[in-house]
């Protein structure tokens, strides 16, 4: 009798306790939908798959130029060699290819991709892994050229820019990483940091995209200070290069900007938040 007179006790307490986890479980549904209807409404009413097309193709001409323009014309890529210039030519490829291109197409995998949000976070995180470390890999390219051919170093406003690039852009895939793939952080944290997680993703892929521009700008007008024939087929195609990056790079913004299509419907309760609209 003891045991049914307390039971009995705990019975409102256990009534007000659910009627709380309801609401909460209500509130939280409101926002989850506020989410998407505030993501459809900034979205840019075309589908992410159908740009996507575009941007590969881009990303394809994009990196077969660059490997013609260092094979063919600056005599191939070497990490050591006696003609210091092939170390050198290691750098425009590994930062357009590996950097600008990859991390693009991890923009683009997380956007377009109609799989379930764990599948596409973790191709997006390895993708953009492999983005950071082929930067590094270029920018050290760089640096170890410089270096062996006794030219200064961090000089330039493009390595100014490209040192601020690839910090912020570690900064940004160890953060992101500790917070919405392991340890995990809060669905509110998530949902907190997630504006901010993709508009510094698009500002910092923005500004490796323009500086990869300025970057072949740089080399250029030095070629050309050498000799280099202002309207020859070289002088063309860094030109051509350099535009289709900046292509590629506005259709990876664009894509960025438009309608996801349908995931598969995700059994995971960890991904509660909407991550669609982000951007790296």
Known sequence: MENLRIDSS???????????????????????????????????????????????????????????????????????????????????????????????????SYKSLPLEKPVKKLIHLILHAIALALGIFGICAAFKNHNESHIPNLYSLHSWIGIGVISLYGFQWVYSFIVFFFPG?????????????????????????????????EKLTFLENGGLDKYGSEAFLINFTAIITILFGAFVVLTASAESPSPSPSVSNDDSVDFSYSAI
């Open 10 to 108: 705990q019975r409102p307490r256990l009534k007000i306790n659910r009627t709380k986890e309801i609401r909460r479980v209500e509130k939280t549904t409101r926002r989850k939908k506020h989410s998407c209807r505030r993501e459809r409404d900034m979205a840019v009413r075309i589908n992410a798959m159908a740009v996507t097309f575009v941007a590969h193709a881009l990303a394809v001409i994009a990196a077969i130029m660059v490997l013609v323009w260092s094979i063919s014309y600056r005599g191939g890529l070497a990490w050591e060699a006696t003609n210091k210039n092939l170390i050198f030519n290691l750098h425009p490829v590994l930062m357009l290819i590996g950097f600008i291109i990859l991390g693009g197409e991890a923009i683009i």
């Open 185 to 217: 952080g809060s669905t509110n944290l998530k949902s907190g940091l997630l504006p901010w997680h993709a508009m510094l993703g698009l500002f910092v892929y923005i500004l490796a995209v323009g500086n990869a521009a300025l970057g072949f700008l």
